[in-house]
């Protein structure tokens, strides 16, 4: 899908430019984090569809560049591990995309 390699190189050029005064490990996941935010974007705009009863399951490219500007708010001062920054990118995964799901068998589904 082309919209996958495009998202992918415009959020990793993004995060590459942003990661830079970090260190070197936590550099090492930035493909990782790119990946699976583009992966998740993708899998719940096409699995959790707008109906009438969950007609704000509507998502856009701002929702996935929000994932990603929570991610930018870490400082290399605070964050230098792997976990605070894996633990920062799934804080911003589920406020951006997890507090808009109504129903538990989407919040499990989601989790899963």
Known sequence: MI???VF???FDVILT?????FSG???SIREYITKATVDIYLTITR?????????HYLYNLRDLSKVFQGVM???????????????????????VFSD???????????KG
């Open 17 to 21: 430019w942003f990661l830079s005064p």
């Open 73 to 95: 708010t870490a400082e290399p001062t605070r964050v230098n591990t792997k976990a605070q920054i894996v633990r920062l990118w799934m804080h911003e995964s589920f406020r």
């Open 3 to 5: 919209f996958y390699r």
């Open 100 to 110: 808009r799901l109504i129903s538990d068998d989407d919040v499990a589904w989601f």
């Open 8 to 10: 992918r190189r415009i």
């Open 25 to 27: 490990e936590i550099q």
């Open 47 to 55: 699995e959790l569809l707008p109906t009438p009863a969950k007609s």
